[in-house]
């Protein structure tokens, strides 16, 4: 008894050396939010980023949003050996390791699932063996320690050949690693130990200067940001650092069990009656404690373990009130008023207006439960209205000059109360619609303006209706407009803001103007204004339902928009509020806003920088005198000094990573890491749903960080900033895709730190190609094979005829070289000479003609002659047609240079037609000497022959053919076709005909040309 007295005795008098710190707030993490239990004993941060908790009753994985919890479970052999952790830690490979009640176990990451390595009751280990240290040598072995009761507490090595054997027969409790000796806490003593040779040594042995600790009770050990070792001892804090021991004064002495010097400076010492705290370069040592007042404060005052992650953030585990991250935030003064404060119940309170009196003395806050009345100085609740009044719902307050404080209701209850102190008070009910008073103010010639589904003007308990049957109704078709928010812009004139828009009101001539602002740009949500405020510079700020901040200008009419794409928190803007310095404060669906006009930047601040809640409510604002401001909404309202508020400094772009993929609700199956994936394969299905979660681990302000992604091979635009981390994709075809991931803390995505995906979709069996090929070429084949058997028939039928066909076309080709008007008007040429006695003519014509029969006797049982063969018989024919018309004409024959007349052979019977078609038809009809060019042109595959004449051409042609009764056509043109035909099927390049019509520019004719397109070889 005398002991519990006395110690009771020094807790009383140590608390009075230590001061509870405004600065410290707590977010907390319990089972609610998905922790495994509220007894946390460790803390580790992975390589991937991953904040892992032992709990007793499972370990947890946090990544910024979600917690993933592993259990025991007995029948499951790759759960954990036991539910209660003491132990993690992570070797350089990314191996993460965990200590357990009872053994120890490997993480398996592409399972994420656990191997067990050491487990109770095996021939090395006793049951009930308790790992509560794991450190890692420079060759990367684990030492894992267990506690039991003496001999058998032991150190156990990993060895590459033999797994883990004993080392030492002895615990250890607290171990840090300073390289070659471990600073090690064995049973409250300090020893150093050497991983290479196995030896223990007391501390003096190596640092004689740490002999005064020899005796000394040790609880706990810490390493500072430089080397230091910080060592909580049964008479104080000790620090050793350059060879130096120094002792800290003022620290406690008993229930020790954290220590933490952390990366700025600050020692942070956890016991089971709160913890202690000293700022870098503070000398005074801040106690803070859990308040239940105050929702923001430590959860518990057990605390079990103090962890500082890589951004800085120092986390608390506690015995009975789960999971703590600090929150200090040095300057900056947002007093949050929660339900605490109001002493209701969490999540039912909404505040939509708020006062704070003239005289400082009081803050009104009107809420859905009635006015609560608070002390502008202590802060503290003074008195809660609710029941006396006639309807409990208060959506507005104003304080007129004469002191006096106007309530409007939720049900249109106008309630008017004296100074000095609330008391007796009357109320009217202001219209016969349901509907609530939102605003109340008075007017630049006095009377009180009362504004909700209509507007009042109230004077001298007069009152006057101003109602809104005349405005054009554009959103709301046959409705009247519900009034936000009204300002005076002089004497006369006065803005109002509603859901119908923005209207001008003109008080002196009883004149209304609708403003159109953002209507005709296809968004219909900003005609719904819920605030308007007019700066020094007369322009007009509108906050928007849905639309963001506008910016509206009333001379040239014309407005800006700044919604999330432009840093605004949330595109629900509520109230607004113009500090000393021009900024805008802007309360929204996700925090509070600071907004300066001239850069056009945001600064967001949410309950991470202390707020109550990051939902506020219309109305729910107010900036006294001395310019305090006031934002409400769910669960309270906050208010602060914007000018000790400093500027939000520009954060680092983070890096995500991918935390889980699911294809149709299934996690997928992977033999690595998910985290450390670049690229997944996987098959394609009909109907698969993507779903991708990812984080950037950022820990700083929880929930507040924002994500832009898109997914390449499908969309090439970024989607919006979202601070939901996850996104999903149907039905994508097989492919490759290649999913972007960039994350931001600040309020833009400049220079980002882009994380990439790569996803191939492999198309099923039958969709890949070579199965298509394999499939269509096998059908084609068995077609092929079923047409060729085919074909081969009827060719057997057919080659008979083919052959037959061929021998009677050059017969007939033969019968067309000679036709009848050629013989008989040969030999009535030859008759004619000697009848004129041209006895030398007629011989040179008989020699010719022969000559050219034996020719083309000749010509005709082969199925190609050179050029040189075609252009004698050519020239024989030609010369005797010159002697046998009764008009003069010339020919001349030409060859190209790369022409070999001699080896070069073309089909017989092809020109000799075409050129009797221009001598007949082309060159006897006209009235003027005619002449005929035949030329031989070479190509890469094929040779071109032109006719070409310069007589009446085809079409003068056709009209004197058509008026002649002797209707002649010419066979050999016809066969020549059908030869060319044949040609066709035979050779792979195509012969060809074309004839042309030569004229001048005015249409007149010039001629004929024909070109045979003969290919070679």
């Not at 106690?287 to 430590?298: M, Y």
């Not at 099927?985 to 019509?997: P, W």
Request: hydrophobic share 35%.
């Amino acid at each position: 008894m005398k002991a519990f007295s006395f110690h009771t005795l020094f807790i009383l008098l140590f608390s009075l050396a230590y001061s509870q710190q405004d600065g410290y707030r707590f977010r907390h993490f319990s089972t609610e939010d998905g922790l495994a239990h509220i007894a946390v004993n460790t803390i580790y941060q992975d390589s991937y980023g991953y904040l892992w908790l032992g709990t007793w009753n499972g370990l947890s994985r946090y990544d910024g949003y979600r917690f993933r919890n592993y259990i025991f479970d007995a029948m499951d052999p790759l759960s954990l050996t036991h539910g209660t952790i003491y132990a993690i830690n992570e070797n350089s490979r990314g191996e993460l390791w965990v200590g357990t009640e009872a053994g120890l176990d490997h993480y398996l990451r592409s399972k994420d699932r656990f191997e067990p390595f050491l487990a109770n009751c095996e021939a090395r280990m006793p049951c009930g063996a308790r790992f509560t240290s794991l450190e890692f040598d420079k060759q990367n072995r684990l030492w894992a320690s267990h506690q039991l009761f003496s001999p058998y507490n032991a150190i156990y090595r990993e060895d590459e050949e033999n797994g883990f054997q004993e080392g030492l027969p002895i615990s250890m409790n607290k171990v840090v690693n300073t390289g070659r000796y471990w600073w090690v806490i064995r049973d409250k003593k300090l020893i150093l130990f050497e991983p290479e040779s196995m030896e223990v040594y007391p501390p003096q042995e190596i640092f004689p200067v740490l002999e005064q600790l020899w005796e000394k009770k040790i609880f706990t050990l810490a390493k500072g940001p430089d080397g230091e070792m910080w060592m909580a001892a049964n008479d104080g804090l000790y620090v050793y650092a350059q060879g130096k021991l120094q002792k800290q004064e003022g620290w406690p002495t008993q229930k020790i069990t954290a220590l933490l010097a952390d990366s700025k400076g600050g020692v942070w010492m956890g016991t089971s009656e709160g913890l202690y705290h000293r700022a870098a370069g503070e000398a005074s040592i801040q106690l803070v404690r859990h308040d239940p007042v105050v929702s923001s404060s430590l959860s518990s005052n057990e605390i079990n373990c103090l962890y500082e992650d890589r951004q800085a953030n120092v986390w608390i585990g506690t015995e009975r009130g789960g999971l703590n991250a600090v929150q200090l935030s040095p300057g900056q003064s947002f007093d949050a008023f929660d339900h605490h404060r109001f002493g209701v119940d969490k999540n039912s309170l909404t505040v939509y207006a708020l006062l704070k009196t003239r005289n400082r003395a009081q803050i009104w806050a009107g809420t859905n439960q009635g006015i609560f009345i608070f002390d502008a100085k202590s802060r503290k609740l003074i008195r809660h209205m609710k029941d006396e009044l006639p309807d409990q719902a208060i959506r507005s307050l104003y304080e007129d000059q004469q002191n006096n404080i106007w309530v409007g209701s939720l049900n249109n209850k106008l309630i008017r109360f004296s100074p000095p102190q609330p008391g007796d008070f009357s109320f009217e009910r202001m219209a016969d619609q349901n509907g609530s008073i939102r605003r109340i103010n008075e007017g630049p010639g006095g009377g009180l303006w009362i504004a909700g589904r209509s507007m009042y003007f109230l004077k001298e308990g007069q009152k006057q209706k101003l109602t809104f049957e005349r405005l054009p109704s554009h959103t709301l078709p046959n409705t009247l407009p519900y009034i936000w928010d009204f300002q005076f812009q002089d004497s006369c004139h006065v803005w109002i803001a509603c859901n119908q828009g923005l209207f001008f009101h003109d008080v002196c001539t009883d004149s209304i103007l609708h403003t159109q602002l953002f209507q005709a740009q296809g968004h219909p949500e900003s005609m719904n204004v819920f605030d308007l405020h007019i700066d020094e510079k007369r322009q007009i700020w509108l906050g928007l339902w849905g639309g963001g901040l506008a910016r509206f200008d009333p001379i040239n009419k014309s407005s800006r928009r700044y919604g999330q794409v432009h840093g605004l928190p949330g595109n629900h803007v509520y109230g607004i509020l113009e500090d000393g310095q021009n900024q805008l404060w802007l309360s929204t669906d996700y925090g509070i806003a600071r907004f300066n006009p001239r850069t056009e930047r945001f600064n967001s601040f949410t309950q991470a920088d202390g707020l109550m809640s990051n939902e506020f409510d219309s109305g729910a604002f107010f900036e006294a005198e001395d310019g305090e401001m006031f934002f409400g909404g769910r669960n309270g309202f906050v208010c602060f000094r914007p000018w000790e508020i400093p500027a939000e400094p520009k954060k680092p772009m983070l890096e995500v990573r991918l935390t889980s993929f699911r294809i149709s609700g299934e996690d997928f199956q992977r033999k690595k890491a998910l985290e450390a994936m670049d690229s997944i394969v996987f098959s394609f299905d009909q109907n698969q749903v993507l779903e991708f979660s990812f984080s950037a681990f950022d820990f700083s302000r929880i929930g507040e960080t924002r994500y832009k992604y898109r997914l390449l091979g499908f969309e090439e635009e970024w989607s919006a900033p979202t601070r939901l981390p996850t996104t999903r994709y149907t039905d994508l075809s097989p492919g490759r895709y290649t999913l972007e991931i960039m994350a931001s803390n600040s309020n833009s995505f400049a220079a980002p730190d882009i994380r990439q995906i790569h996803l191939h979709i492999r198309p099923l069996l039958v969709q890949k190609s070579w199965f298509k090929i394999l499939t269509i070429g096998s059908a084609l084949f068995l077609l092929s094979l079923l047409v060729y058997i085919r074909t081969r028939r009827l060719n057997r039928r057919e080659n008979t005829l083919l052959r037959y066909k061929a021998a009677l076309a050059k017969q007939e080709a033969l019968a067309a070289q000679f036709d009848h008007h050629f013989t008989f008007n040969s030999l009535n040429s030859i008759q004619r000479f000697l009848i004129e006695k041209e006895n030398n003519q007629a011989i040179r014509y008989i020699s010719r003609f022969g000559k050219l029969i034996r020719r083309v006797m000749h010509q005709a049982r082969q199925n190609a002659i050179t050029i040189e063969d075609e252009m004698q018989t050519l020239e024989l024919y030609l010369s005797l047609e010159q002697l046998r018309v009764r008009f003069p004409f010339t020919y001349d024959i030409r060859i190209d240079k790369e022409i070999d007349p001699f080896s070069m052979e073309i089909p017989t019977m092809l020109i000799q037609p075409y050129v009797e078609n221009a001598i007949w038809h082309g060159l006897m009809p006209a009235e003027k000497p005619g002449h005929i060019i035949l030329s031989f042109h070479y190509r890469t595959s094929y040779l071109l022959i032109n006719i070409e004449d310069n007589g009446i051409g085809r079409k003068k042609s056709a009209e004197l053919k058509a008026r002649s009764s002797m209707k002649h056509e010419s066979r050999g043109m016809a066969l020549a076709r059908e030869r060319l035909q044949g040609l066709n099927i035979k050779g792979r390049q195509k012969a060809s005909i074309k004839i042309h019509d030569l004229e001048d520019d005015q249409g007149k004719a010039l001629g004929t040309k024909v070109e045979l397109q003969i290919p070679i070889g």
